[in-house]
T-cell receptor
Framework: GDSVTQMEGPVTLSEEAFLTINCTYT??????LFWYVQYPGEGLQLLLKATKADDKGSNKGFEATYRKETTSFHLEKGSVQVSDSAVYFCARRGSNYKLTFGKGTLLTVNP | GAGVSQSPSNKVTEKGKDVELRCDPI?????LYWYRQSLGQGLEFLIY????????KSGLPSDRFSAERTGGSVSTLTIQRTQQEDSAVYLC?????????????FGPGTRLTVL
């Protein structure tokens, strides 16, 4: 079935460090891909999305590129801030409507 | 409304009691979804509504779980005879059409604790 695998955390970085969170997905059909973020005490928020191969989603300095050849959608940010501390979820959505999520990656950024 | 709202934000109940969780989607969104977030299982899909119809209930974990949507708007998720394993955060999401590259917008969730 459909699945998403993302790197397990927790990930701890210093402010201004480079961030990568790996995500791979099952290639069934032509899924849309998403990164959602959950800040402490808050609900899930859409961070960025990409709907077809080679698309790049970007928001708030975060980027992810839809790579069909490697079935990947890795999240990157060049310089993280303390305020980026949160749980990040990679998700896919195929021809049906439901989102399939990865397990989530806890990111902690220290000053 | 401005976003998806859910009530209550927290619910503590005793094992065996019934609970009702409410979701108000974004105005004009025809599609509505329920998910569950728990430590052991991560984020799981429960049910999808298109208008007032639920074409897919396959994610509901048992027949103790049911959901309805009225007027193409508010949805209620009901859990009968609650069990401790039902403890989780129940998330509601809505989207414009439910099709294609539609984005799902999530509410803040209801944290259910079954004692």
């Amino acid at each position: 079935g459909d699945s998403v695998t993302q790197m397990e955390g927790p990930v701890t970085l210093s402010e201004e460090a480079f961030l990568t969170i790996n995500c791979t997905y099952t290639a069934t059909g032509y899924p849309s891909l998403f990164w959602y973020v959950q800040y402490p005490g808050e609900g899930l928020q859409l961070l960025l999305k990409a709907t077809k191969a080679d698309d790049k989603g970007s928001n708030k300095g975060f980027e992810a590129t839809y790579r069909k050849e490697t079935t990947s959608f890795h999240l990157e940010k060049g310089s993280v801030q303390v305020s980026d501390s949160a749980v990040y979820f990679c998700a896919r959505r195929g021809s049906n409507y439901k989102l399939t999520f990865g397990k989530g990656t806890l990111l902690t950024v220290n000053p | 409304g401005a976003g998806v709202s859910q009530s209550p934000s927290n619910k503590v109940t005793e094992k065996g009691k019934d609970v009702e969780l409410r979701c108000d989607p974004i105005s004009g969104h025809t599609a509505l979804y329920w998910y569950r977030q728990s430590l052991g299982q991560g984020l799981e899909f429960l049910i999808y509504f298109q208008g007032n119809s639920a074409p897919d209930k396959s994610g509901l974990p048992s027949d103790r779980f049911s959901a309805e949507r009225t007027g193409g708007s508010v949805s209620t998720l009901t859990i009968q005879r609650t069990q401790q394993e039902d403890s989780a955060v129940y998330l509601c999401a809505s989207s414009m059409t439910g099709e294609g590259t539609d984005t799902q917008y999530f509410g803040p969730g209801t944290r259910l604790t079954v004692l």
